[in-house]
């Protein structure tokens, strides 16, 4: 080992760079509910279970999806029924 090396060209931060449009992130996940991903990508062969929970996530915000409309309707009725309870 040398006893002094040249950091002037180097850079700061991770070596290998992230993929664009991803963020890594800290998550706490039941146990159950990791174990259960991770089964699914052994049984499939091989894979990423990261990549099946992003999947899942993303099926899921498709599934609940609604219009503008439906969603103030809903929030107009929660305000409604709650500004009808404080008033009694």
């Known amino acids: 080992m040398r006893k002094e090396y040249d950091f002037q ?3 700061r931060g ?3 760079q992230q993929a664009k449009g991803k963020t890594r992130i800290t998550i706490r996940i039941d146990d159950d509910i990791l174990e259960w991903f991770r089964q699914q990508v052994h049984a ?3 894979g990423n279970y990261q990549t099946l929970i992003n999947i899942a996530l993303r099926e899921y915000i498709n599934s609940k999806r609604e219009s503008l409309e439906e969603t103030l309707r809903h929030v107009i009725r929660e305000e409604l029924s709650t ?3 404080k008033s009694r």
Do not use: D
Request: hydrophobic letters at 25%; zero cysteines; aromatic letters at 8%.
């Open 44 to 46: 499939a062969g091989g």
């Open 83 to 85: 500004y009808g309870k």
């Open 14 to 16: 991770p070596v290998i």
């Open 9 to 11: 060209n180097g850079k």
